[in-house]
Each structure stands twice: as C-alpha cells, then as structure tokens.
C-alpha cells in the first residue's frame, strides 16, 4: 500500500484524471444548473463551490458533484462513473437556453494533493490553496477532496502534465489501496460505491448538499415529500469493526433484536489495527446506543463529519 502513511501524516498525490470536469459556458448556466441540482448555485460569488446532487423525476440519485463558479462559467467536478450520466442528464433538458457544456476529460488532466499538509505542500510548489476554485497555469486550482482530509485539485491542460509530475517528484504518490482506506478512515462515502442511484437523498445524511429553501429544481418534490413525511428509515454511516479481517461485502450488521444493515465496502486499517466499513443502517442503529456485531465481531459507530448534515 504505496503513500499511506504520507497520506495519512503529512500529503500524498493521486492522479484522480478519470473523474469528471465539465464546464458549463453561457449566459444561462446558473438558471440551468440551480434548476437541476439540489443546492444554491445562483448563491454562488466567484471562486465559491458547493456540493450537490443531481436527481431524476423521481428524486432518484444521479450522481453528486461539487460545483464552482469560475469567472463567467462552472465547473462541474464529479466521480467517474457518473460523469457521462451527468453531462448527458444536463444535456438534455438544455432547450432554448444559452448553455454549453464542455467536457473536459480529453482536454485537462487531474491531480489531487491530500493530507493534513496538502495546503503547505502545494504551497511549496507554487500552487495556490484557494476556499474554492481559482484559474491558474491555463486551468484551475480547486479546493477538492476525495479521502475527507485537506486537498488541492490540480485541474490543468494535458500539455503540462509530465511537467507537473517532475514537479511532484518531492511528494510521496499514493495508491488507490490506500486512498481508499483513509477515505474510510474519514467516513467519506462516494457515488456509485456507497451512494447509488437507488437510494434517496436523505438516506445519504449528506444534507449539506442540499438547500431546503431554494425553490424547485428536478426530483425536489420527493425530497420534499421524504422530509415533510419523515418517512426515512435508514442511513449511511461508517461503523468500526474489531477485526483485522474484512468481512465480505454486503455482510449483515445485527443489532439487538437482529439486522440493522448490510456492509456496502469494507477496508483493514493499518493504523487502527480494526477493520472499517460504510453500511446502510437502519435509523434506530445510527445513535450508537446500541451494541452491534458483523460476523459475530463487535461492531461500533464510529463520529464521522461527513455524515448527518455537517
């Protein structure tokens, strides 16, 4: 596991250049993208981001993105496996409005620096540490993070890329083995892994991806129904389990009077010694006042700022 301990101390770099970038030009970009996702984009000044989702007709999960307004356009940063989905999602309801998107996946590579030094170290190679995003060597500089510690996105054109790796070559380069596990050691779920299309909103606990107050955007009726209703009845939540080997995937997780959840991934920590999983919940296993156990292992919620709204 290549970078870990760098990762998880000081800084590490990935290259993250299969996520999605899309850009949305025109004068009706932030109508569009305020009606299609679940956050305030017309709140946005420039250089600021804010985490979304974008959902069907049935409040169903389409991917989540982080927005930022940059200029006169916004960029549209989201998980691989949605980016397409995304790009073709907007597409479509683009009428007679003056929108057009810009894939930038050919166009721009991605580098991510994280770790509780991330914005020291981009520092020290001349790279900004914006709050949001900024323009800089013909791209854009991005405060972005996929493992839940501090990080700077490096989105820039494809030209400059093996520069930019000479340049790298003082920062440990960590690997997706152990990206992964301190993302779970942070409790940051991602799309298409622990988010699926399947579930609703709320069921996420990401709420600060979503305005309440912000006026009609595509599947906020369900959304809203979900809230008024408080017809949600379970949760994604990071649980630790003591044992030094995974359990498999989709493995129950039993509470007092039997299943609370399922495991939807699983990684062994080297630095806890334990093995930590994100699962789905039911709602009465999210206080944590209940003992649990996973292949009969004791199990515990583990505190996680990524979950419940914060």
């Not at 970009?29 to 069907?56: D, I, K, P, W």
């Not at 496996?81 to 597409?91: E, K, M, S, T």
């Amino acid at each position: 596991m290549l970078g870990y301990e760098a990762l998880r101390t000081h800084a590490a770099w990935k290259d993250l250049s299969a996520r999605g970038r899309i850009l949305a030009h025109g004068e009706d970009n932030t109508r569009l993208l305020h009606a299609m996702s679940s956050n305030h984009v017309q709140a946005l000044a420039e250089g600021q981001g804010c985490y979304a989702f974008f959902l069907n007709a049935q409040g169903r999960i389409q991917g989540d993105a982080t927005i930022l307004r940059v200029g006169a356009d916004l960029l549209i940063d989201v998980e691989a496996v949605a980016a397409q989905r995304i790009f073709h999602h907007l597409d479509q309801y683009i009428i007679a409005d003056d929108v057009t998107l810009e894939d930038l996946a050919e166009s721009h590579f991605e580098i991510g620096i994280e770790g509780p030094a991330a914005l020291e170290v981009a520092g020290e190679l001349g790279v900004p540490a914006p709050e949001g995003i900024v323009r800089f060597a013909g791209g854009y500089v991005a405060r972005l993070s996929e493992t839940g510690l501090p990080g700077v996105r490096l989105i820039l054109p494809v030209a400059e890329r093996e520069t930019w790796i000479g340049k790298l070559q003082g920062v440990e380069q960590a690997d997706d083995e152990a990206w992964e596990v301190v993302r779970h050691e942070q409790g940051k779920p991602r799309f298409g892994v622990e988010i699926l299309e399947k579930h609703l909103i709320q069921e996420t606990r990401l709420l600060h991806g979503v305005h309440f107050s912000k006026g009609c955007y595509l599947g906020q009726e369900i959304v809203e129904r979900v809230r008024a209703r408080g017809a949600v009845h379970k949760g994604l939540a990071a649980i630790s389990i003591e044992t030094a080997t995974p359990p498999a995937l989709d493995t129950e997780v039993l509470g007092e009077k039997g299943k609370v959840g399922n495991l939807l991934s699983v990684v062994y920590s080297p630095a806890e010694g334990k093995t930590i999983a994100i699962a789905m919940l039911a709602v009465d296993a999210l206080s944590g006042t209940q003992p649990m156990t996973v292949g009969g292992v004791s199990a515990s919620l583990r505190a996680s700022s990524s979950f419940a709204g914060h």
